[in-house]
């Protein structure tokens, strides 16, 4: 398959969004799956700074791995955890599958006590292809498994809520689905011993994301993250505590 008809299959998911995008905004989803394609796992994105990553003694390190739910942390007025040795992970676009390819690199090799594991809205989105809730679900399961075997505690996040504030999202992914897999991923940190993290709880309005927490529907703002904040730190001091 030449690249240029690569790139537009893998598109096709958000071709079929609406309203149509601009010209503006189908070169940058052109740009950024083209990168897709010669980097599929993202082990570029933050390989070279892993291994720069040096262990302080005593330090419980802890790694958030996740989506642009994840990266954009912290580009904001609403900063990542600063001062704390917590270190962040997210690649906008990537599903599961690719996270449990670079989970070895981006979260066992930096040796933390802690990993955020967030992730699932592209899967439901099927961003990079149809999966299954049972392909999602093997996927965490693998993760946490990796995790637990390398000494590393695991905290489950849910999967956040989407709004049509901005443009349709709903459609692509689904009320039902974010809840179903909700309850999966809270009923498979129990069985796991993981902690459970529930973002969507204080970012959702009757079923939709809150449009005050948001900047477009998807990814929350400053005023989401600082929501989502203490939640998290509340998640890796269960993670961490005695069993």
């Known amino acids: 398959m030449k690249p240029a008809l690569a790139v537009f299959v893998l598109m096709l998911p958000v071709l079929a969004q609406q309203p149509p995008l601009t010209r503006e905004q189908l070169e940058r989803e052109n740009e950024a799956y083209r990168r897709i394609l010669l980097d599929w796992g993202g082990l570029t994105r933050y390989g070279s700074d892993d291994t720069e990553v040096k262990l302080r003694p005593g330090e419980s390190r802890v790694v958030f791995l996740g989506d642009e739910i994840t990266e954009n942390w912290g580009t904001g007025s609403a900063k990542f955890f600063l ?119 204080v970012l959702v309005e009757g079923r939709s994301m809150n449009r005050e927490l948001t900047a477009d529907g998807l990814i929350p703002n400053d005023a989401g993250y600082e929501k989502m904040a203490p939640l998290a730190e509340r998640a890796i001091a269960a993670a961490l505590a005695p069993k």
């Open 83 to 201: 001062g704390k040795p917590y270190f962040n992970r997210g690649i906008a676009r990537q599903t599961t599958a690719q996270m449990l390819v670079r989970f070895r690199q981006d979260v066992i090799g930096l040796k933390p006590k802690v990993v955020v594991i967030q992730a699932g809205t592209n899967d439901i989105a099927s961003v990079m292809g149809p999966s299954s809730e049972g392909t999602m679900a093997e996927n965490f399961m693998s993760m946490v498994e990796l995790a637990k075997y390398n000494g590393v505690a695991v905290v489950l996040s849910s999967v956040t809520p989407v709004c049509d504030c901005y443009r349709n999202l709903s459609r692509q992914r689904p009320v039902g689905k974010i809840l179903g897999i909700n309850r999966w991923l809270k009923d498979y940190a129990a069985h796991s011993g993981s902690a459970y993290l529930d973002y969507y709880s």
